[in-house]
């Protein structure tokens, strides 16, 4: 007889236990952050790549190709370009018996120090690196495939860890460019998740995994790789051993075409991934050693072992709970919702080959994705089961054909530069302002340096942003007549799909909540200008919380930050957001006047009834707390001269209680709020004045600043945001401590008394704007992050 209780038992038993792997396994990134949490490696950062050592280590970069002649010269111009002393990079690119025009195409960039390498006949991609690397005379190794395209600075990112004895290799970010595919959006979560995973495994001691498509190693602990493993495990696992610590940097980015060109390629590739991996940690099992390797061995167990077996715990499940089915309705609805799930995922088959039409309904989009992620996760089980069997049959692949395509798909220019992949998005600015003012300068000029065919904004009716885009000939849409009018999320939907928009660049918060929302139901990525930070701006209020709050909520969806200060930048790595999401853009200036400015002194005067021989101070910025213009008119007070004044240009809510106060202090012929102005009317005021004054309690990168600075105003500026970092006290500004009147007050004073001092500073000042402020710079920084962000 046939005891169908214990047959009940054992299948619960399979049950747990493949509950009990599967939890382990997706609970790892959860240990990982909270170990890293409560433990973190003491060691010095990395100094900056920015900083040119003279003892910059020679590197070579080695390539294997294999038939590449569609890739190889993209790759190799690619290489040239990469900025690392050329005297100190050796660039070794060798072919595995290529049989079409690779090496003749390699042959051509021998002059310029490309040094070609040929097995003769194809043996293999580990044959080929196994020769290179002995040839190498570079003391760092840095291998990289050649549908790779590298950000141009990629190796002193690298490099720049081999300061330290205890690092043996650096491992670089993949990125996956944005394309109209159905296996990217899954592709490119499941790396984003992988990169996670390494960047907390760093934090606590070396990644567990590595990227064939870039990373470094110390030449000096290269070990020869066996035939038929997985090479780049290898060489990292290799590095582990000689107890080295290999880490990984996700500002060394190589960009790459998807991994996977359709499901069948995913399986075979997952299959001979999976066989080589397992083959390698067998090859190099000294290293699960936990007594001599520590967490890294069940680190190891756990990301490379466990998750190899996940295809049969999937099985044992379902299968259990096919057969508890019986017995308990639980399992009966696990075993529905199972089958239901997969059957779901399957059906991205027939999605992916649904009209276009159909696929943008609403909703959607959301739900395309997710079918495609299930999908994805379940053709990575079959390849995996696949690799598995292979490995314990004893099958073996030393050589394959890499299915590569043309990276002349990726890049549209000639140098190979990374930041030419992918070509210019077509980007929809979010500007959803009621008021004109810095931030919407900024706008303006940035979008007016793009070609119109690339960008236009998004605005609100009657918005004095939308008018002065029209103005400026900038392609507008009108989304709403208020920034809570539900018209906007249907009406952004309809633009993007209409014009192809796939990049979203919003501009303040509310922009932000409605763009957030939009690209969960269309491609387009989102990313998040912040020209101050809300709790500088608004302190403890309600309103500075909310914002704070709302900016944590949205940023799971934001693909990069756009900060136009470092103390920004800082503000959004203290909330988590990693510095590879964010890109510090400072504001820019044109330095040449505009035929509109031809505004004399003597119409300034005339215009506010001022003296002949008056001094005329300025100021510019909205009427609110964080510009600090009550401090500016207690500083005013205390200046008994009658020749010194100020005009105060801008409006806002606290225009009622600045104006009582000039009359509270007599100052209403000294002192004069002139209201809100046009932008060439407010630069034709500053041009005429004798003084620009910013005495802010907190500040971005002030465009107001920088446009004093082009119009060659002496300045006078709180030392707040990035005002410190564009302009340095007494050499180009005088600087002085944020609400501190009386430093106002002698700082006008010291300005008004040595006017060679004050035109020295100006002096400078212009000349400093010209040089490291330009609208070019600025333009170019700006592509470059929308770039990133597609990827």
């Given at each position: 007889?046939?005891?169908?209780?214990?047959?009940?038992?054992?299948?619960?038993?399979?049950?747990?236990?493949?509950?009990?792997?599967?939890?382990?396994?997706?609970?790892?990134?959860?240990?990982?952050?909270?170990?890293?949490?409560?433990?973190?490696?003491?060691?010095?950062?990395?100094?900056?790549?920015?900083r040119i050592?003279?003892?910059?280590?020679h590197i070579?970069?080695?390539?294997?190709?294999?038939?590449?002649e569609?890739?190889?010269?993209?790759?190799?111009?690619?290489?040239?370009?990469?900025?690392?002393?050329?005297?100190?990079?050796?660039l070794?690119?060798?072919?595995d018996?290529?049989?079409?025009?690779?090496e003749?195409?390699?042959?051509?960039?021998?002059?310029?120090?490309?040094?070609?390498?040929?097995?003769?006949?194809?043996?293999?991609?580990?044959?080929?690196?196994?020769?290179?690397?002995?040839?190498?005379?570079?003391?760092?190794?840095?291998?990289?495939?050649?549908?790779?395209?590298?950000?141009?600075?990629?190796?002193?990112?690298?490099?720049?860890?081999?300061?330290?004895?205890?690092?043996g290799?650096?491992?670089?970010?993949?990125?996956?460019?944005?394309?109209?595919?159905?296996?990217?959006?899954?592709?490119?979560?499941?790396?984003?998740?992988?990169?996670?995973?390494?960047?907390?495994?760093?934090?606590?001691?070396?990644?567990?995994?590595?990227?064939?498509?870039?990373?470094?190693?110390?030449?000096?602990?290269?070990?020869?790789?066996?035939?038929g493993?997985?090479d780049?495990?290898?060489?990292?696992?290799?590095?582990?051993?000689?107890?080295?610590?290999?880490?990984?940097?996700?500002?060394?980015?190589?960009?790459i075409?998807?991994?996977?060109?359709?499901?069948?390629?995913?399986v075979?590739?997952?299959?001979?991934i999976?066989?080589?991996?397992?083959?390698?940690?067998?090859?190099?099992?000294?290293?699960?050693?936990?007594?001599?390797?520590?967490?890294?061995?069940?680190?190891?167990?756990?990301?490379?072992?466990l998750?190899?077996?996940?295809p049969?715990?999937?099985?044992?499940?379902?299968?259990?709970?096919?057969?508890?089915?019986?017995?308990?309705?639980?399992?009966?609805?696990?075993?529905?919702?199972?089958?239901?799930?997969?059957l779901?995922?399957?059906?991205?088959?027939?999605?992916?080959?649904m009209?276009a039409k159909?696929r943008?309904?609403?909703?959607?989009?959301?739900?395309?994705?997710?079918?495609?992620?299930?999908?994805?996760?379940?053709?990575?089980?079959?390849?995996?089961?696949?690799?598995?069997?292979?490995?314990f049959?004893?099958?073996?692949?030393?050589?394959w054909?890499?299915?590569?395509?043309?990276?002349?798909?990726?890049?549209?220019g000639?140098?190979?530069?990374?930041?030419?992949?992918?070509?210019t998005?077509?980007?929809?600015?979010?500007?959803?302002?009621?008021?004109?003012g810095?931030a919407?300068?900024?706008?303006?000029?940035?979008?007016?340096?793009?070609?119109?065919?690339?960008?236009?904004?998004?605005?609100?009716?009657?918005?004095?942003?939308?008018?002065?885009?029209?103005?400026?000939?900038?392609?507008?849409?009108?989304?709403?007549?208020?920034?809570?009018?539900?018209?906007?999320?249907?009406?952004?939907?309809?633009?993007?799909?209409?014009?192809?928009?796939?990049?979203?660049?919003?501009?303040?918060?509310?922009?932000?909540?409605?763009?957030?929302?939009?690209?969960?139901?269309?491609?387009?990525?989102?990313?998040?200008?912040?020209?101050?930070?809300?709790?500088?701006?608004?302190?403890n209020?309600?309103?500075g919380?909310?914002?704070?709050?709302?900016?944590?909520?949205?940023?799971?969806?934001?693909?990069?930050?756009?900060?136009?200060?470092?103390?920004?930048?800082?503000?959004?790595?203290s909330?988590?957001?990693?510095?590879?999401?964010?890109?510090?853009?400072?504001?820019?200036?044109?330095?040449?006047?505009d035929?509109?400015?031809?505004?004399?002194?003597?119409?300034?005067?005339?215009?506010f009834?001022l003296?002949?021989?008056?001094?005329?101070?300025?100021?510019?910025?909205?009427l609110?707390?964080?510009?600090?213009f009550?401090?500016?008119?207690?500083?005013?007070?205390?200046?008994?001269?009658?020749?010194?004044c100020?005009?105060?240009?801008?409006?806002g809510?606290?225009?009622?209680l600045?104006?009582?106060?000039?009359?509270?202090?007599?100052?209403?012929?000294?002192?004069?709020?002139?209201?809100?102005?046009?932008?060439?009317?407010?630069?034709?005021?500053?041009?005429?004045?004798?003084?620009?004054?910013?005495p802010?309690?907190?500040?971005?990168?002030?465009?107001?600043?920088?446009?004093?600075?082009?119009l060659?105003?002496?300045?006078?500026?709180?030392?707040?945001?990035?005002?410190?970092?564009m302009?340095?006290?007494?050499?180009?500004?005088?600087?002085?401590?944020?609400?501190?009147?009386?430093?106002?007050?002698?700082?006008?004073?010291?300005?008004f008394?040595?006017?060679?001092?004050?035109?020295?500073?100006a002096?400078?000042?212009?000349a400093?704007?010209a040089?490291?402020?330009?609208?070019?710079?600025?333009v170019r920084?700006?592509?470059q992050?929308?770039?990133?962000?597609?990827?």
């Amino acid at each position: 007889m046939i005891n169908l209780d214990m047959i009940y038992h054992l299948w619960f038993i399979c049950f747990m236990l493949s509950s009990i792997g599967l939890l382990l396994f997706f609970s790892y990134p959860l240990i990982l952050f909270i170990l890293s949490r409560c433990y973190r490696l003491k060691q010095t950062a990395p100094p900056s790549f920015d900083r040119i050592r003279s003892d910059t280590p020679h590197i070579s970069l080695i390539v294997v190709v294999r038939n590449g002649e569609k890739l190889i010269e993209e790759k190799i111009k690619n290489s040239l370009a990469l900025d690392y002393p050329s005297e100190k990079l050796e660039l070794i690119f060798f072919s595995d018996g290529s049989t079409d025009r690779t090496e003749s195409i390699i042959q051509k960039y021998r002059e310029k120090g490309i040094r070609l390498m040929s097995s003769g006949t194809h043996k293999g991609k580990i044959h080929a690196m196994n020769l290179a690397v002995p040839e190498a005379i570079g003391a760092i190794i840095v291998f990289s495939d050649v549908d790779a395209i590298l950000e141009k600075r990629a190796l002193r990112h690298l490099v720049r860890h081999f300061d330290h004895e205890t690092i043996g290799g650096v491992c670089g970010q993949r990125l996956i460019l944005k394309e109209s595919t159905g296996l990217k959006d899954a592709q490119s979560r499941y790396i984003h998740i992988d990169s996670l995973i390494k960047h907390l495994e760093s934090r606590l001691g070396s990644i567990t995994s590595n990227d064939g498509k870039l990373y470094a190693i110390r030449k000096s602990l290269f070990m020869p790789i066996q035939e038929g493993v997985t090479d780049d495990l290898s060489v990292a696992l290799g590095v582990k051993r000689h107890g080295k610590r290999f880490i990984f940097d996700n500002t060394a980015q190589a960009a790459i075409r998807l991994p996977s060109r359709n499901p069948a390629h995913e399986v075979t590739r997952r299959r001979r991934i999976v066989s080589g991996s397992l083959r390698c940690m067998m090859s190099h099992r000294a290293v699960f050693n936990p007594l001599k390797h520590g967490a890294f061995a069940f680190g190891l167990f756990i990301n490379k072992v466990l998750r190899r077996f996940m295809p049969f715990f999937l099985i044992l499940i379902w299968m259990s709970s096919l057969f508890l089915a019986h017995v308990s309705q639980w399992f009966y609805l696990l075993f529905i919702l199972q089958s239901g799930a997969y059957l779901i995922s399957l059906s991205h088959l027939f999605i992916s080959r649904m009209p276009a039409k159909w696929r943008g309904f609403p909703g959607m989009g959301v739900l395309s994705k997710l079918i495609s992620m299930g999908f994805y996760f379940c053709i990575g089980n079959i390849g995996t089961l696949l690799g598995v069997m292979d490995f314990f049959m004893g099958r073996t692949v030393t050589r394959w054909e890499p299915v590569k395509e043309d990276v002349t798909a990726l890049t549209h220019g000639t140098d190979g530069s990374f930041d030419q992949i992918p070509k210019t998005p077509k980007v929809l600015v979010v500007d959803l302002s009621t008021r004109f003012g810095g931030a919407s300068a900024r706008v303006i000029a940035l979008m007016k340096a793009f070609p119109k065919h690339q960008i236009a904004l998004a605005g609100l009716i009657q918005s004095p942003v939308t008018r002065q885009a029209q103005a400026a000939g900038i392609p507008v849409f009108t989304i709403g007549r208020s920034k809570i009018d539900p018209m906007i999320f249907f009406s952004l939907v309809r633009h993007i799909r209409k014009e192809q928009i796939l990049i979203l660049d919003t501009q303040n918060i509310q922009s932000k909540i409605w763009s957030t929302l939009v690209t969960m139901v269309t491609p387009a990525a989102l990313v998040s200008t912040l020209n101050s930070w809300y709790a500088a701006e608004h302190g403890n209020s309600l309103k500075g919380k909310t914002y704070q709050l709302l900016e944590r909520l949205t940023a799971g969806r934001t693909a990069h930050y756009i900060a136009v200060s470092e103390d920004i930048c800082n503000k959004l790595k203290s909330i988590g957001v990693r510095p590879g999401r964010i890109a510090h853009i400072p504001n820019a200036v044109s330095v040449e006047r505009d035929g509109d400015i031809s505004y004399s002194p003597n119409e300034l005067k005339n215009e506010f009834n001022l003296p002949e021989d008056a001094f005329v101070c300025c100021a510019v910025g909205r009427l609110v707390e964080a510009k600090g213009f009550d401090h500016l008119i207690d500083a005013f007070a205390g200046i008994e001269n009658p020749r010194i004044c100020c005009i105060i240009i801008g409006d806002g809510h606290l225009y009622p209680l600045l104006a009582a106060k000039v009359r509270d202090r007599r100052l209403e012929k000294r002192v004069i709020l002139a209201g809100h102005m046009d932008r060439p009317d407010v630069l034709n005021r500053v041009a005429a004045s004798d003084l620009f004054l910013m005495p802010s309690i907190s500040e971005g990168t002030p465009l107001a600043l920088l446009e004093a600075a082009a119009l060659a105003r002496p300045i006078i500026a709180s030392r707040v945001g990035g005002i410190p970092e564009m302009l340095s006290h007494n050499t180009h500004a005088t600087l002085i401590p944020a609400g501190d009147s009386e430093a106002l007050h002698n700082a006008i004073m010291d300005l008004f008394n040595h006017p060679e001092k004050a035109r020295d500073l100006a002096a400078k000042a212009h000349a400093h704007v010209a040089g490291s402020f330009s609208m070019k710079e600025q333009v170019r920084l700006t592509r470059q992050a929308y770039q990133r962000a597609m990827v």
